[in-house]
Every structure is written in C-alpha cells, then in structure tokens.
C-alpha cells in the first residue's frame, strides 16, 4: 500500500542564508504533515531573532553589488534557474504532493511548472528594465527604475513554490535581495528553489528562506531594514501586516483571500461552463484562493447545468494523491478539514438544499487523512454564511438569477474582489459585465488560469498590488526621475 512507503522528506536543515542551509534548534519545532496520513515528514525549527538577522545581514551585503550588474546578466541566472525548476519537476511534485496533500496530478504539471515559468518571464524581462527620456525644451528628464532593496515574502501554503517564485523572480529580476518566509504548514519546496538558485549562479545572500509562525512573519513585517514586504494569505494577516509595514513605511503587496462571484449566462456553451465551475471549485481540493465559489447560474440554463455539474462531479476520483490517477487529494490539514465541515453544517442549517457531497471520507489505507468530499449546495441565498464567507475548500455554491443587472449588483456585493469569471457566447455581453464587476483579475469563458504575462491580484479586501506580468516590476522597483538643466540656472535671487 501506498501509505507503507517511506515519506521522509527531511531538509538537511530548516533555514537557507547567504547560499547555505543553517540551523538554530532554539527555535520554535515546526512538523511538515502528510495529508493524506497525518504522519510527520519533515520537522523544521522557526527562525530565531539571529537567524532573522543573519538573514538580513546577507541579503544587505549581497544587494548593492546585485543591482549594479546589467539585468541582462541577472536574467541569464533567472533564466537558468528557470531550466533547473524543470528538470527537478517531478521531484518537486513529491514534496509538494506531501507537503500539502494535493494530487500529483496536479502538482506535475502547475507547481514547480508555474515557478520555472515566472524565472523564465523575469529572466526576459530583467534585461529590458529601461527608463524614459522626457524632454523639456533644452533641457531634459531621465526616469529609471532602482530596487526597492531588501524584500520579504511571506506564504500561504497551497502553493508553497510557486508564491515563493512569483515574488522572488520579479524582485531578484529587479535587483533586489529577497527573503522568504514559508507557511509553517508547507516548509520544505522554498529550500529547494535556495539550492535551485545558487546552483543557477544566484551570489549568495540574495535568495534567503526563514522558517517559523506568524510571528517570524510578523518579525519580518516590522524590520527596520527590510524595504518591502509581500504577503499571500488571509485578510487578518494582511490587515496585521499593513499595520505592522506603517511603523517603517514599508511598500506593501497584499494577496488575499476571495469569495469570486462565476457567472453562467442562459447562452453558455454548457460543457465549457461546466468545466469551468468545477475547476473554479475543485481543483486543489478547493483551496484556491481565486476560486468562483459563488455559482450565479441564469434560470434557463440552470437545471442542465446543475445536472452535467452533479454527472461530472461524481466521477471525480478522490484518493491517494501521490497515485497519479487521483483527481482530488485530501485538505491540506485536520484543521482546515473541520472549517469546510463547519460551513457545510452552516449551509445546511441556513436552507441552503445539499445536493452532492458534504462528508469527511475515510480512505481505506489512508484512514488518518483530511480527506472530504466535493460538496454542491443549491438555491443557496447571498445572506448565507456559504455565499459570504471564504471556506477555502471543495464547497461550490448554486445562485439562481433571471438579470444582468440583478446579478452583477449581487456578484458585487461582497468585501472580497479577488476574482470573477462569465460564460456566456455573446461577447458584448461578457465585456459589458466584466466591466461592472469588482473584481482584480476576470475571466470570459474560462476559469482560474493564471499565465505569468497576466496580472493577478485583488480589489477591496482581496488585497493591494499586482503579482505577474510587467505590473509586477511597478510593485519590486522604484522610479528615480533625474531633471538634467542644459541652459543656466533661473534664480530670482
Ligand atoms: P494565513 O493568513 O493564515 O497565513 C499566511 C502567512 O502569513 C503564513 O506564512 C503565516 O504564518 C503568516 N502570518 C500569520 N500571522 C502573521 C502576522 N501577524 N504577520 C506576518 N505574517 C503572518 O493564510 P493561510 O496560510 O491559511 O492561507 C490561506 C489564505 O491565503 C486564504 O485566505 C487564501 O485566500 C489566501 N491566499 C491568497 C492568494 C492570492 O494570491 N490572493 C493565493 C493563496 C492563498 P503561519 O503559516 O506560520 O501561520
């Protein structure tokens, strides 16, 4: 059986500075669980006040002589690193499957794949960050873009390499230093980028990882030295982070958390549109924070679709993440199991009707996973603690609607702004909604894909900054104009 395999994933020790891993056992002990067995895999010790500082201390040294090389020799390293991500992808996989329970199936194809693609686009982009020329009659102006300096990154832990990768490539592209703190729940791939990025040519000191809790994040967040910090996770800890960034003014990306409206008009091509709900729902074992949990589903298309929603959503094979064949791994921990088991007793309490799902599965071999099954409720009503609330797992939510203009008002009224999505085959339609809704990053007639050359990020309380694309260079560098007098000086004194 599967579960009889040995899982040790142990890192040779839990932090990684100044291009070598280091260890401080004085720190707090943190245990990297398999989901789907409950058993420790690895075990790390959060960063101590000396391992933050020497931390801080390497990326102060390595910085300056970072940011004075040409971005084209620091794309060069990016751009191997970005080659090196894919020949370890299957081994990162692994430690990704057991790191948070998600199914090979995906962690093969999106994880270690999305990270080598975001080396790859700043490795390009490294070399094309030029300024402007603004001319003032004789005299002219000069813009260019300077790092911010020393960065941190603090994770959330459903996709532990590729939200190190998305902060650490734009800032490293930048000419920045960069330290990342992973989520204490998902150690271990972090380590592998440091030991990816040094084997790259990355100068030591320029790619740090600190383990610990929320108060290394927080220690990290209020450091005097560190110039910016990027956070992916909820929105109590980015209200926390915000608030403990104002003490030293530091530049703030905040990525958070989303309850995204997906809006299903009567014309929508059912399959795809059906195809997109359950992507938008189930993929990650709904830990996504992106996902279009709230289902607004036209009255004329609603009773095919929910019925090729309830086929499709049976077949979906839940199991043993590490078998590739799996579809749906188990939640990443007993902890976030209970809070999807919560809202579904709340969902049912408050009248919204159970059509699919709604149970812990004990999985004969792998009777100590998170294991849940994906849960549809329909008529469900927008007061609903399901229609509010981010679950943060596989709990899709059906909302009836006859009107554009009802449902866009009601898609809208939510403090989140992550995500939103239509299907509909009239394309003046699809912009004309789009164009109403609250929403940082939309899709027309897909869900959930998120290339690098895309910007990803939220509105309202779904956060601040950009993630991607050449927005992310605005959120990893400062502009420096430079006014360049040709005539003399005009001084009325
Ligand atoms: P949390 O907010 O609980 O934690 C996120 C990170 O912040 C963790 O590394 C955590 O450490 C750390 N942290 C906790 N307290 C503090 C603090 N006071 N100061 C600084 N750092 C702190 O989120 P989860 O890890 O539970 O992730 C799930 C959330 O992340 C969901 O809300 C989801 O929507 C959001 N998310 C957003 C994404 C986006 O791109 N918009 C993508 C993925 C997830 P520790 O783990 O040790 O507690």
Request: with cysteine; hydrophobic share 40%; charged share 20%.
């Given at each position: ?292 949990t709230r289902v607004f589903v036209q009255s004329g298309i609603k009773e095919a679709f929910t019925k090729r929603l309830l086929e499709r959503t049976a077949k979906i094979k839940l199991g043993d993440p590490l078998d ?170």
């Amino acid at each position: 059986m599967s579960h009889q395999k040995p899982y040790k994933v142990q890192p040779s020790a839990s932090h990684y500075i100044n291009g070598a891993y280091v260890e401080d056992t004085a720190g707090t002990l943190i245990e990297s669980r398999y989901a789907a067995t409950n058993e420790v895999i690895a075990k790390v010790y959060g960063a101590t006040p000396n391992i933050i500082e020497h931390a801080v201390k390497a990326a102060q040294n390595a910085q300056k002589e970072w940011a004075a090389r040409p971005g084209i020799e620091r794309g060069r390293i990016l751009l191997r690193a970005a080659e090196l991500l894919r020949q370890r992808n299957d081994e990162i996989a692994r430690i990704e499957t057991l790191d948070t329970g998600k199914a090979m199936q995906e962690t093969l194809y999106v994880d270690a794949v999305s990270a080598a693609d975001n080396f790859e686009y700043f490795g390009h982009i490294a070399a094309t960050l030029t300024g402007e020329h603004i001319p003032l009659g004789e005299s002219f102006a000069l813009t260019k873009h300077e790092p911010v300096g020393i960065c941190a990154g603090i994770g959330a832990w459903n996709y532990p390499i590729q939200v190190a990768s998305w902060k650490a490539a734009p800032a490293l592209a930048c000419g920045n230093a960069f330290i990342f703190k992973p989520s204490e729940v998902t150690p271990l791939s972090a380590l592998v980028l440091a030991e990816i990025l040094t084997e790259a040519g990355l100068p030591d000191g320029l790619f740090n990882v600190v383990q610990g809790l929320g108060d290394v994040g927080a220690s990290l967040t209020a450091h005097p030295e560190i110039d910016k910090i990027s956070l992916t996770g909820s929105v109590p800890t980015g209200a926390r982070v915000m608030a403990g960034a104002a003490e030293s003014l530091k530049l703030v990306t905040l990525e958070l958390g989303g309850k995204s409206p997906l809006i299903i008009f009567d014309d929508a091509d059912l399959e795809n549109a059906v195809s997109g709900a359950l992507l938008g729902n189930f993929y990650s074992t709904g830990q996504v924070c992106s996902n279009g949990t709230r289902v607004f589903v036209q009255s004329g298309i609603k009773e095919a679709f929910t019925k090729r929603l309830l086929e499709r959503t049976a077949k979906i094979k839940l199991g043993d993440p590490l078998d590739e064949e799996t579809q749906m791994g188990p939640m990443v921990s007993a902890k976030q199991r209970d809070i999807a088991l919560s809202y579904i007793e709340k969902g049912k309490a408050e009248g919204a009707e159970l059509i699919f799902g709604g149970n812990a599965v004990t999985m004969q071999g792998l009777e100590n996973g998170h294991f849940i099954e994906p849960t549809i409720f329909a008529n469900v009503k927008d007061h609903m603690s399901i229609a509010r609330e981010e679950i943060f797992g596989p709990v899709l939510s059906i909302l009836d609607f006859d009107e554009e203009k009802d449902v866009i008002a009601r898609a809208n009224d939510c403090e989140f702004g992550l995500a939103a999505g239509v299907f509909t085959r009239d394309i003046a339609r699809a912009h004309r909604v789009i164009g109403e809704l609250q929403a940082g990053t939309c899709w027309i007639n897909n869900y959930n894909i998120t290339p690098v050359g895309v910007p990803f990020g939220g509105v309202k309380r779904s956060g601040m900054g950009r993630e991607n694309a050449k927005a992310a260079i605005e959120h990893y560098s400062q502009i420096k104009s430079i006014y360049v007098e040709m005539g003399d000086v005009d001084a009325p004194y």
